[in-house]
């Protein structure tokens, strides 16, 4: 249960991170007095160009100390290589707002009543959805953002599509919260996890599966919200995922 909510693209699953290389300057010691003079003024005349060009330079070195700055701090959350580093705090939980896809704000129209998570949702038009299975586990992952060892929960989820009409679940989105007060659970994007995709046919249904990163003590007091189409409002599961 990544992006981001699942669906969305953090722990896209989270993520495309780049490493600059820097040239090492082994052959600096060989370049005589009067060659580095001439690479020291090179250098003065083109910060000094740089300095006219309306502040673009500065704003620039601004903004790449500042992006070093943000990514010595992420790295410093990361684990060791000894997987002795602990997750962050998680963010508290707003209100639940519908999920906007390709810019339109959703009116739903057909909802249904919040379930616990050991009974289904289900709306007048015949669409169920039900949580088949919770699983607890350890998080085996390595690199960057995988805190390994700790707790997870896996929860897998079955669409149900009893009404007339085809339903698209290509931007469905899940989101877990734990404790009070309510605090949003991190998606896992590993092995498991399993998006709904494509369209469910009237009559059939599909099953997906969502990860979350959630403290062994918020285990009491969740819930899980499934936005899965614009016209139906989210289904929500509360109670225990324990």
């Known amino acids: 249960m990544s992006t981001t ?4 693209t953090r722990r896209s699953r989270s993520a495309g991170q780049t490493q600059d290389t820097v040239p090492t300057a082994g052959r600096a010691g060989r370049r005589t007095a009067r ?3 001439l690479v020291a003024a090179v250098a003065v005349v083109g910060l000094c160009a740089g300095c006219g060009s309306s502040g673009k330079v500065a704003a620039s070195a601004s ?3 500042s992006a070093g700055t943000q990514s010595s701090a992420s790295a410093s959350a990361y684990p060791s290589s000894s997987g ?3 997750a962050p705090s998680s963010p508290l939980a707003g209100a639940a707002k519908p999920v906007v896809r390709d810019g339109k704000t959703p009116h739903p129209t057909i909802t249904a009543a919040t379930a616990s998570f050991d009974t289904s949702v289900t709306y007048p038009t015949g669409v169920v959805l039900t949580i088949t299975s919770i699983k607890q586990a350890k998080e085996t992952g390595q690199g960057p953002g995988v805190f ?3 707790p997870i929960t896996e929860v897998t989820v079955k669409f149900t599509n009893g009404s007339k009409s085809t339903i698209n679940l290509e931007q469905v989105v899940v989101q877990m919260t734990y404790g009070s007060p309510a605090r949003i659970a991190s998606p896992v994007y590993n092995t498991s996890a399993v998006d709904f995709s494509g369209s469910v046919r009237p009559g059939a249904s599909q099953t997906a ?3 979350f990163s959630i403290p062994s003590a ?4 969740n819930t899980m919200t499934v936005d899965f189409d614009g016209t139906y409002a989210a289904a929500d599961f509360t109670g225990s995922v324990q």
Not at 5 to 8: A, C, D, K, Q, T
């Open 209 to 211: 599966t969502y990860v």
């Open 84 to 86: 002795t580093a602990s």
């Open 63 to 65: 903004s790449t100390a």
């Open 5 to 8: 909510p699942h669906g969305v």
């Open 148 to 150: 390994a060892n700790a």
């Open 35 to 37: 060659g580095l003079s």
């Open 218 to 221: 918020g285990l009491k007091h």
